[in-house]
C-alpha cells in the first residue's frame, strides 16, 4: 500500500517560477527518494536524502527532510518548460523485513508554462 | 553504467492471453527484482519482490497465480501476466536491486483488448 502523500497534487506556474511540492510519509524510513516521471515515460531518479539528512542541493533542485514530521519537500527554481513532468516521493525503509522496498507517493503533476 | 531493460516496450494482446515482460540487467547483477505497475495517472504500486532464486513474495492483493514473477538468474526477470483481462492494462516497471545499487527499468506498457 502507498504510505506517500504528497501535494499539491497538480501545481501550474510560470517559467522562471519557483515550485515546491511536499511529501508526508507514515513509518520509519532509511532514505527518501524524489523521482521524475514524464508522461508515459519510465522513472528519473532525482535525488536522494538519507534519514540523518536535512537538506540536499543538486543543480535547481533542494530537497528537505523532516523525520520529525515524517516530511519531505522538493524545491525546483526557476523552473523551466521541460521541468513539466510528474514528481514522485519515494520512502525506502532499509533492509529487515522490509527488503529495501520503495513505496511511492501519489506524485505531484507539475506544468511549467512558457 | 547499470542499465536495466524491459521487452517489450509496449504491447497489445487479446483478452484471454498470456504476455511475458522480460527485464533484463546489463553491467549489473541484481539479486532483487521488485515489479511495479502503474495506472494511468497514478502512482507505481509494488506488486511483488523476488529474489534471486526464490519465490516471489507478493503483495496484498495482487494475485499471484495470475502475475507469474520468476527470477531465475542475477540478470533476469521475468513477468507473467496470465489470462490477461482489459482491467490489467498498466505500464509495469521493474527495478533491480544489489546493495546500495538500484535501478528502474524503463517500463512496459500492457494494453489488452
Known amino acids: 500500500s502507498q504510505q506517500g502523500e504528497e501535494d499539491p497534487q497538480a501545481l501550474s506556474i510560470q517559467e522562471g517560477e519557483n515550485a515546491t511540492m511536499n511529501c508526508s510519509y507514515k513509518?520509519?524510513?532509511?532514505?527518501l527518494q524524489w523521482y521524475r516521471q514524464n508522461s508515459g515515460r519510465g522513472l528519473v531518479h532525482l535525488i536522494l536524502i538519507r534519514s540523518n539528512e536535512r537538506e540536499k542541493h543538486s543543480g535547481r533542485l533542494r530537497v528537505t527532510l523532516d523525520t520529525s514530521k515524517k516530511s519531505s519537500s522538493l524545491l525546483i527554481t526557476a523552473s523551466r518548460a521541460a521541468d513539466t513532468a510528474s514528481y514522485f516521493c519515494?520512502?525506502?525503509?532499509?533492509?529487515?523485513?522490509?527488503?529495501?522496498?520503495?513505496?511511492f507517493g501519489e506524485g505531484t503533476q507539475l506544468t511549467v508554462n512558457p | 553504467g547499470a542499465v536495466v531493460s524491459q521487452h517489450p516496450s509496449w504491447v497489445i494482446c487479446k483478452s484471454g492471453t498470456s504476455v511475458k515482460i522480460e527485464c533484463r540487467s546489463l553491467?549489473?547483477?541484481?539479486?532483487?527484482m521488485f515489479w511495479y505497475r502503474q495506472f494511468p495517472k497514478q502512482s507505481l504500486m509494488l506488486m511483488a519482490t523476488?529474489?534471486?532464486?526464490?519465490?516471489?513474495?507478493?503483495e496484498q492483493g495482487v494475485e499471484k497465480d495470475k502475475f507469474l514473477i520468476n527470477h531465475a538468474s542475477l540478470t533476469l526477470s521475468t513477468l507473467t501476466v496470465t489470462s490477461a483481462h482489459p482491467e490489467d492494462s498498466s505500464f509495469y516497471i521493474c527495478r533491480g536491486r544489489n546493495g546500495y545499487e538500484q535501478y528502474f527499468g524503463p517500463g512496459t506498457r500492457l494494453t489488452v483488448t
Open positions: 513509518t520509519s524510513i532509511n532514505n
Open positions: 519515494a520512502t525506502d525503509a532499509g533492509w529487515g523485513t522490509s527488503g529495501s522496498r520503495l513505496t
Open positions: 523476488s529474489n534471486e532464486g526464490s519465490k516471489a513474495t507478493y
Open positions: 553491467d549489473f547483477q541484481a539479486t532483487t
